[in-house]
């Protein structure tokens, strides 16, 4: 079965309608199923979405973008340094 991607909005409204549907009485295996996702997956979404907004999700995406940015950066920049560290090691 394929994979669906969904971008956060989409999973903050499927969240939002399930908690709806819970505050209404339904249990959360019913609210998942009538939004045609599995228990395990309503979980996960919780644990990574919470209660945000869309744009606090948007910003978190964005950080998690510079993020991974920097980190490439800072390798860059050691193994720089461990070159250099070596070359003048060799010069002397």
Do not use: F, H
Request: proline residues 1%; charged residues 35%; contains cysteine.
């Amino acid at each position: 079965m394929k994979k669906k991607r969904r971008s956060a909005e989409q999973i903050l409204k499927i969240l939002q309608a399930i908690d709806a549907s819970q505050a209404q009485g339904s249990a959360v295996e019913k609210a998942c199923r009538e939004q045609g996702i599995s228990d395990p997956t309503y979980y996960t979404w919780c644990k990574i979405y919470g209660r945000m907004k869309v744009d606090q999700v948007k910003r978190l995406r964005e950080l998690e973008k510079e993020n991974d940015r920097l980190k490439k950066v800072v390798a860059d920049l050691s193994l720089d340094k461990a070159i250099l560290n070596e070359a003048l090691k060799g010069n002397y």
